[in-house]
């Protein structure tokens, strides 16, 4: 209908047809696989979650597919109006050669067991439906600025789990950036203590602490 006019033309309110489209989104984090299917406005039509799969390409995969697959049978809704899957993952992506780092803290940081492109290609295969990865800091920023009614500021320092991958400057979300993937410890080089204190004060605004900078090992100093 038509709203109260503020000086000029009455605007016309438009709302949006619920039902004339759907989103699949998948929480792949430390403890389990959460994944929902929503509405064009965001809300939440079905949800569930099981548990987290051994962290290799072929159990991941089953895991995702077997997923999506109970979230459409269950929400009941046509397969046909799902326009994306998407799937926020821990662990850091690298967009050079698709892998998804740090997923397994017995393998370390370095190493890699799945490539989230392969699992895009499979999953777009499966279900016919466009699929897209994203850092799970970077998507919950966009989450918050998109759905939390306080985070209409342009300015806005959201906080995930590392400082510098979840990044929103003047209301615009950043993400597939480099600078959430770098340790600070990988561009000092053979600096001096001093010096490395020096380049964290001065350059290291966005970029993630390392765990020998963490807030956790900050607050047991203090203490101690």
């Known amino acids: ?49 099981t548990a987290r799969p051994a962290i290799e390409q072929e159990e991941v995969k089953k895991a995702l597919i077997e997923l999506i697959r109970e979230l459409i049978k269950n929400a009941k809704i046509d397969k046909a109006k799902i326009k994306y899957i998407c799937i926020g993952t821990y662990g850091t992506l690298w967009e050079k050669n698709g892998a998804v780092k740090g997923l397994d803290e017995d393998r370390g940081k370095s190493r890699a067991t799945i490539y989230y492109t392969d699992l895009k ?33 342009d300015s806005m320092l959201y906080i995930f789990q590392d400082v510098g991958k979840g990044i929103i400057i003047k209301g615009e979300i950043y993400c597939s950036t480099d600078v959430g993937g770098v340790d600070l410890e990988g561009l000092t080089g053979n600096l001096s203590n001093e010096e490395k204190i020096k380049l964290r004060e001065e350059s290291a605004y966005l970029k993630p602490w390392n765990s020998q900078m963490s807030l956790k090992n900050e607050a047991l100093k203090v203490i101690e």
């Open 1 to 49: 209908g038509l709203d109260i006019s503020s000086g000029g033309r009455r605007p016309v309110l438009i709302e949006l047809n619920r039902d004339s489209g759907f989103l699949v989104g998948i929480d792949f984090n430390k403890q389990e696989v959460a994944g929902l299917i929503a509405d064009t406005a965001l809300g939440v039509v079905y949800e569930t979650k």
């Open 121 to 153: 290609n499979d999953i777009e295969r499966e279900f016919n439906i466009a699929a897209f990865f994203g850092a799970d800091a970077a998507l919950a920023a966009f989450g918050e600025k998109a759905k939390n009614p306080g985070a209409g500021d």
